[in-house]
Structures are given as C-alpha cells and as structure tokens.
C-alpha cells in the first residue's frame, strides 16, 4: 500500500465517524497519523526530485504567484498587471518556466511569477507540482486563478497547496507546546475550548510521541489547527481567488458561482475587465506601506514614497534609509494615523502607519 492509499483509507475512516465528544479523541489520532504521512511524503520527495527546482530570483518589495490549472489565463494576466511578456497559448502546459514579471503600484514593486499550470496530484509530485508549490510557499501572495467554466478546480487547488503545507488566509494557531520529559500532559488555555478536551489534546500529542509537558492555548483552534501548531512548519499566505474569462458569461452565471464560491474577483485578463481594481487588491494584500520622508528642513516629498513592509518601526526605515541612520538616529517627528497629534515626537520603536510622514533627527 502505497502513501496515497494509507491517506485514503484514513479519510474513510474519519468520514464514516460520528464527530462527538466520545469519538474526538480518536478523529484527533487519525488526523494527525494523516498529517505525518503527508510530512513523510514531501520530505522524502524533495530527496529524490530528479530535477532541479525552478531557479527564483526575487526582485522587488514583495512576490506574488499565480497558481492555477493550465490555461486559465495566467500568462495572459501576467502580461497585463507587468511589463512581462509570457507566452500565451490556446493549449495547455504553454508555461514550462517560471516567469517573472514586476507590476509598479503606488511606488511599490511588487514582482509577480507567472508559473506552469498544476493538475491534481501536483503536491505530490505530478507534473512538476511540487517544485511548482514550492514557489508558492516561498511567496507574500498567493493568486488563485480559476476558469470562468471550471470554478470547481478551486477545491483541487487549495487541497494541493494546503497538502505542501501552505496555509491560504489563515493565521497561525496561537498554541504553544512545552515539552517535558515527566508529569504527563498539562493543558491550559486562556479562552472556553469548542472542539478540544484534554482527552483530544492528548491522544494527538501521543500520536507524535509527545507524554509529557505543557500546552498553553490562546484561541478556540480545532483539531487541524492545533495539528499545525504540533507541526509547526507551515506557511500562511494571504490568497486572493480570481475568476478569469469573464466575458464569456452573463451576470446570472457568475451570481450562480457566487452561492458556491464566497469571495473572489472576477476579471478578464484578456478583455482588461477589473485589472486596476487586482491591481488595488494586490497592492494592499502584500502588506506593504508608504511612508513619506520629510528632510530636515525641506518639503516632505509626496511623489515618492518609501515602501516597507505593514508594522515597520522607525528604526526599520532608518535601517533601510541608510545603516549610519539607526546608527545616529536622535528621534523622530511623525504625521499620521498612527500618532496622536501632528508631527509627534517618538522614539525608535513607534510602529508607522501607511501614508504617514515621517522626519528623522540624527545625533550631530
Ligand atoms: N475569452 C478569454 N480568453 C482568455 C482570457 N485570458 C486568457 N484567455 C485565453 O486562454 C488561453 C490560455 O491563456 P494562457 O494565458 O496561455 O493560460 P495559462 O494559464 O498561462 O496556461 P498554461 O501556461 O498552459 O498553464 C489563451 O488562448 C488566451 O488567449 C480572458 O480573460 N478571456
Ligand atoms: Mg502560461
């Protein structure tokens, strides 16, 4: 029996039990002998890749990556948010390479990669998926592309990201696991715990050899969840859905997907239909902002403003700026919304705010 089919009978198993209190101890054990099959699965594949992995280099403040099934039209909207010039074909798998683009928004360069079409089975290996995947892990944003005809991929696509340990718009568990090597397992958490009971907790811990120690738990996680805290090796991406192609269909079609697919952005990559608006989202996805830099005694300048990255400190821009900057940095004057009132004195630790101006004042 092969990995693929471990997996599958496990699944069985969990989706023929009842979920309760008394058979929760036990889905707990199965998912997590899951999550530690699919472990082994992509560790020991990245042994063996024949292959090299693609050759990525990042350029830029940010990346995002376009994942989709071939010809959804990745090329195509590669081509109209970048000045990248990636074939485009009316066939499948045009794409072989990674292709990078980077689209200028709001002074900021955000690089986008433009990368093969992936199919089922692509985290594990098929059709080089998972080198594919792996670009997707290494990236600030995630861009899910669909077919206006095959909106159902969706579920393809987020089982084989998640499979490669991704974590599209999820934050991470706020679980901490302290091993110990006597007194059993001890578990506290701050908030009332929905789907966990100390009986889950550690049938799960168990199934990773984990007997002894302390768990402290900050939010209502659930078994997955709390699985990925014990993991602790996945990623969390913000993912924006995009339904390419739209000028194919009329309203009532795209309503009809709206009832299945809660949140995403229909456009036409080919007919230019929504692209500033992706533009837009994109932009305040990657978590980037502007900070306005105000000279010592001159004009703040307007035109072009510095971009760092959401909940940078002062010293962050200062480093940024110039390394003597930290090194002399005095204080800082700021305008904005993140201080109280105009041109507030603050130390090097204040977290700015997109849009805020900022002056530095160094030591003589
Ligand atoms: N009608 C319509 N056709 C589109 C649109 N975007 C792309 N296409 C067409 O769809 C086909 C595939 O486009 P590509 O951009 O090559 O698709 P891809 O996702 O990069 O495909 P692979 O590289 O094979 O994975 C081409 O014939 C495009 O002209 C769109 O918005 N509307
Ligand atoms: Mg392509």
Known sequence: MDVDDKIRKIEEEIHKTPYNKATSHHIGKLKAKISKLKEDAIARGSSNTKGKGFHVKKSGDSTAVLVGFPSVGKSTLLNELTNADSKVGSYQFTTLDIIPGIMEYNGAQIQIFDVPGIITGASGGKGRGKEILSVARTADLI??????????????????????????????????????????????????????????????????????????????????????????????????????????????????????????????????????????????RVDLMRIYLKPQGRKVDLEDPLIIRKNATIIDVANKLHREFAKNFRHANVWGTSVKFPGQKVGPNHILEDEDILRIILKK
């Open 143 to 284: 861009l899910i592309v669909l077919d206006v005809f095959n909106p159902n991929h969706l579920n393809v696509i987020i089982k084989e990201i998640r499979d490669i340990g991704i974590r599209p718009n999820e934050t991470p568990p706020d679980v901490s696991i302290r091993r110990k090597r006597i007194g059993g397992i001890h578990t506290s958490s701050t908030v009332p715990l929905t789907y966990l009971d100390d009986g889950t907790i550690r049938s799960i811990l168990n199934e990773y050899g984990i007997h002894n120690g302390d768990v402290l738990i900050r939010d209502d996680v659930n078994i997955d969840k709390f699985i990925d805290a014990i993991e602790g090796n996945r990623t969390y991406i913000p993912t924006i859905v995009l339904l390419n192609k739209v000028d194919l269909v009329d309203d009532n079609y795209i309503n009809e997907i709206k009832k299945n697919i809660p949140d995403f952005i229909p456009i036409s990559a080919d007919k230019k239909y929504n692209i500033d608006y992706l533009k837009e989202e994109i932009f305040s």
